[in-house]
Nanobody, 131 residues
Framework: EVQLVESGGGLVQAGGSLRLSCAAS????????IGWFRQAPGKELEGVSC???????TYEDSVKGRFTISSDNAKNTVYLQMDSLKPEDTAVYYC?????????????????????????WGQGTQVTVSS
């Protein structure tokens, strides 16, 4: 059984940093995409950043230059380093994964930005940025 467990959320002042972690267990796929999605109060879920098994990375426009996604395969963990945080980054952040992804489909933005095509989800971690 695949499990994704997020950690690292919290309360931070604007301009500060947080690092989210997504620990994957039962995940034995060689071909996958793992992504971070977020949902702010009253808003729809949106893709933030994704990383593929081939180390391809994508970022939502509003986080480019501020957020960095990375992976540690030895620890089966994906990280999201979030710098220069803004109050509008406040949301519940979810880790999600899909195995054997369709190479022609964008799982983190465009049609995939709502996360409908992801197979596995974590429970979410709250990030609150105060002004």
């Amino acid at each position: 059984e695949v499990q994704l467990v997020e950690s690292g959320g919290g309360l931070v002042q604007a301009g500060g940093s947080l690092r989210l972690s997504c620990a994957a267990s039962g995940f034995t796929f060689d071909d996958y995409i793992i992504g971070w999605f977020r949902q702010a109060p009253g808003k729809e879920l949106e893709g933030v950043s994704c990383i593929s098994s081939s180390d391809g990375r994508t970022y939502e426009d509003s986080v480019k230059g501020r957020f960095t996604i990375s992976s540690d395969n030895a620890k089966n963990t994906v990280y999201l380093q979030m710098d220069s945080l803004k109050p509008e980054d406040t949301a519940v952040y979810y880790c999600a994964a899909v195995s054997r992804p369709d190479p022609t489909y964008d799982y983190c933005s465009g049609n995939g930005r709502r996360g409908y095509a992801m197979d596995y989800w974590g429970q979410g971690t709250q990030v609150t940025v105060s002004s």
